[in-house]
């Protein structure tokens, strides 16, 4: 008896639309974490070790393009990320300082792919 009116149940058109739905929807959830993505922020320029009376003519962000996973992506926008240059490697006259990853303190799975402007 339990089980012909189980059988009815899961026979009826409305049940198996809300029963795919809900695996459909799971299956989704589960695949679309570990896509990878490329995600584009706008990251601001820090520089550390500067000397007290040091003027340094930089923009102040810059434009850089990220690839990984969503979920690792997701998390690292909690906190965006930031460049830091160091300064004290900068002399009196003009100075081309290149971005690449190591400025960024990017957890490992996640990488630089473009920086604009890739040099400061």
Same mark, same amino acid.
């Given at each position: 008896?339990?089980?012909?009116? $189980?059988?009815? #149940?899961?026979?009826? =058109? $409305?049940?198996?639309?809300?029963?795919? $739905?809900?695996? &459909?929807?799971?299956?989704?959830?589960?695949l679309?974490?570990?896509?990878?993505?490329?995600y584009? @922020?706008? #990251?601001? +320029?820090?520089?550390? =070790?500067? /000397?007290?009376?040091?003027?340094? #003519?930089? /923009?102040?962000t810059?434009?850089?393009?990220?690839? &990984?996973?969503?979920?690792?992506? !997701?998390?690292?926008?909690?906190? /965006?990320?930031? @460049?830091?240059?160091?300064?004290?490697?900068? *002399?009196? %006259? !003009? *100075?081309?300082? $290149?971005?690449?990853?190591? %400025?960024?303190?990017?957890?490992?799975? +996640?990488?630089? @792919?473009h920086?604009? /402007?890739?040099?400061?």
């Open positions: 008896m339990m089980l012909s009116t $189980f059988k009815k #149940a899961l026979s009826t =058109n $409305f049940t198996l639309k809300i029963c795919s $739905f809900i695996i &459909g929807y799971s299956w989704w959830l589960l679309s974490q570990s896509q990878i993505i490329d584009q @922020v706008t #990251a601001p +320029i820090c520089f550390t =070790n500067a /000397p007290q009376e040091t003027y340094i #003519a930089s /923009p102040e810059i434009s850089i393009t990220l690839r &990984g996973t969503r979920s690792a992506l !997701h998390i690292l926008m909690q906190e /965006p990320p930031a @460049v830091y240059l160091d300064a004290s490697l900068i *002399n009196e %006259h !003009h *100075n081309l300082l $290149f971005i690449c990853e190591k %400025h960024l303190l990017l957890p490992e799975d +996640i990488k630089l @792919v920086c604009k /402007p890739s040099q400061i």
